[in-house]
């Protein structure tokens, strides 16, 4: 498997490069996310290149590896706001940790503009996902929350994690890129649980 590229940016570049969409409702993600999260979103290389070799080297895969491939290969594109809101079907890949990699089933996404900004839901699951999206030179970083079917859905907690850690277990922090016609990757770096990288692949809903 060979790693993605990124968005014409180094993941590094994320801490000192400027927005290109201003907008009242579209704050500066960096005054939202954590210091343990921003860290971790300027590893992503990193994070990526470890998954992706414990995928490779690690033998209890689980799901369909080349749906794996498919998602990380290609390089990632900008991705403009107004492409990215609709109903979605997205599933959920892990890598690396517990497990070579986890390929989960199609679930049921949306993205829709809430106030001016950009909201991701993972609507179907054992696991639901729910963040916010903010534009950074065509791509789009992603603070959210999961929480497991049953559950109320969860928010951010960004400065306000759990007393006495570093961060909330169940805060996700992404980039968001363009891999394809109508197709998205959102990676998530460095989950506090389980993996060593999560990676959601979404498809919108033409139908």
């Known amino acids: 498997m060979v790693a993605p590229r990124e968005v014409k940016i180094a993941a590094a570049a994320l801490l000192g490069a400027a927005i290109l969409i201003p907008s009242m409702a579209l704050a500066n993600w960096r005054n939202e996310a954590s210091d343990f999260d921003i860290h971790r979103l300027s590893l992503l290389e990193q994070w990526r290149d470890k998954a992706i070799w ?14 794996l491939r498919a998602a990380l290969e290609p390089q990632g594109r900008s991705a403009p706001g107004q492409a ?15 497990n070579a990699y986890i390929v989960y089933e199609w679930f049921d996404c949306s993205i829709r503009a809430v106030n001016g900004e950009l909201l991701l839901t993972k609507h179907t699951g054992t696991l639901r996902t729910l963040g916010w999206l903010y534009p950074e030179n065509g791509a789009w970083v992603y603070l959210g929350s999961f929480s497991a079917k049953g559950e109320r859905l969860g928010r951010y907690s960004g400065r306000t994690p759990s007393v006495g850690a570093p961060a909330t277990p169940d805060d996700q922090i992404g980039l968001l890129t363009g891999i394809g016609n109508n197709w998205l990757r959102l ?13 959601l692949s979404s498809h919108a809903n033409l139908g």
Not at 84 to 98: A, S, Y
């Open 187 to 199: 990676e998530i770096p460095g989950p506090v649980k389980e993996s060593t990288m999560t990676s």
């Open 84 to 98: 990215l809101v609709g109903n979605r079907r997205c599933r959920n890949m892990k890598m690396g940790g517990k």
């Open 54 to 67: 414990e995928a490779q080297n690690y033998r209890d895969g689980t799901g369909d590896f080349n749906a």
